[in-house]
Each structure stands twice: as C-alpha cells, then as structure tokens.
Nanobody
Framework: QVQLVESGGGLMQPGGSLRLSCAASGSVFSIGAMGWYRQAPGRERVLVAVITSEGTTNYADSVKGRFTIVRDNAKNTVYLQMNNLKPEDTAVYYC???????????????????WGQGTQVTVSS
C-alpha cells in the first residue's frame, strides 16, 4: 500500500509563487507516472501536469510557461512549482501516482492508482 502526503499549499497574492510537494511512502514494487490535478468549486477535476517515469512532461494549456512539474525518484517525490499565480489557479490540488505491486504467487505485476488528500491553493489580493 502507498500513502501520499501533500504539502506547500496556502494563500498567495496574484503574481506570487508556491511549490507543492507530494511524497510517497509504503511498500510498492515500482512507480510509473506522477501528476497533479486540481478542482475548483463547482468545476470538474482537471489535469494540471503529469510526468512519466522517463521524465516526459505534459501541461494543461492554462498553466504552460508558469508551472513546472519535477520528480525525484530517489525520494519518491513529485513537485509542482507554480509561478505567476492567478486568481483562476485557486483550487484544491491533488497528487496522483501510478504504482505497481508484484505478486510472487502469480508472478505478475498489478497496477494501482493512488491519490493524495488534496491541498488548498488560494490566490487572492
């Protein structure tokens, strides 16, 4: 089982910066892609950024040029650097992780998706 602990959210003025972190712990055979999603009140949850195990990244158009996703495989941690924050960035941000568990009895890998509890980001003057 894998647990995700998020940190770094809070209140920031427009134009400011925040760095979110998500650390994975627990027993897992390997980790695949990691990403960040966000959900604003009355809106559906949407993908913000994702990074594969090889380091390939993808961003929502609304955050390109402002947000950067980075992973540290040695620490099983993913970061989201958010610069030039705008009021429309206000949302609950969720960390997501693809994990694989190995079954010795079956001799196979099984894929699981894990989610953090969410961290609030509020951008307001």
């Amino acid at each position: 089982q894998v647990q995700l602990v998020e940190s770094g959210g809070g209140l920031m003025q427009p134009g400011g910066s925040l760095r979110l972190s998500c650390a994975a712990s627990g027993s897992v055979f390997s980790i695949g892609a990691m990403g960040w999603y966000r959900q604003a009140p009355g809106r559906e949850r949407v993908l913000v950024a994702v990074i594969t195990s090889e380091g390939t990244t993808n961003y929502a158009d609304s955050v390109k040029g402002r947000f950067t996703i980075v992973r540290d495989n040695a620490k099983n941690t993913v970061y989201l650097q958010m610069n030039n924050l705008k009021p429309e960035d206000t949302a609950v941000y969720y960390c997501n992780l693809e994990g694989y568990q190995y079954s010795e009895d079956l001799g196979a890998l099984f894929e699981y998706n894990y989610w953090g509890q969410g961290t609030q980001v509020t951008v307001s003057s």
